[in-house]
């Protein structure tokens, strides 16, 4: 290996570890929505779907294994539902931030879910787009930008 290449090589590589990433898994059993928010997060650069979940223990062996920065959960999902996920994430003292995304945006379900540490309480019919706002911010943010 000649000396330009390796020199090459270890630039790339320094620039690609300066990059940071946003790993980011989603949570709802239906696929039409994880579809339409994989869609919408094309476009943020930096920004990786690195899972997705139809039920909640799926979701939080994902959020583990994967190291996710950031999830997107739905809070009626099978085998444990989203506000179930997100107290696990935080009896786990993982960093990952928590959107929760509902068609239940009912008082009482804020209330758990602000109780449980969630970051972010969305209602599908009337803030689903917002989710593109937040994660942009959040990407800018961990850059420092």
Do not use: H
């Not at 969630?118 to 917002?130: A, H, M, R, V, W």
């Amino acid at each position: 290996m000649n000396k330009s290449f390796r020199v090459t090589v270890n630039m790339i590589s320094f620039i690609l570890w300066e990059i940071k990433y946003m790993k980011i898994v989603i949570a709802d059993d239906s696929s039409l929505i994880r579809e339409r928010i994989k869609s919408m997060l094309n476009d943020i650069n930096n920004v990786f779907v690195v899972g997705e979940a139809k039920n909640g223990k799926e979701a939080f062996d994902l959020i583990r294994k994967k190291e996710a920065d950031f999830a997107i959960l739905d809070i009626r999902m099978p085998e444990m539902n989203g506000i179930e996920v997100l107290k696990k994430i935080r009896e786990s003292k993982l960093k990952t931030k928590v959107c929760i995304l509902t068609n239940y945006p009912y008082p009482q379900y804020k209330k758990k879910c602000i109780e449980a540490g969630t970051d972010y309480f969305l209602s599908k019919s009337e803030e689903f787009e917002d989710i593109k706002i937040i994660i942009s911010e959040f990407v800018n943010n961990q850059r420092g930008g």
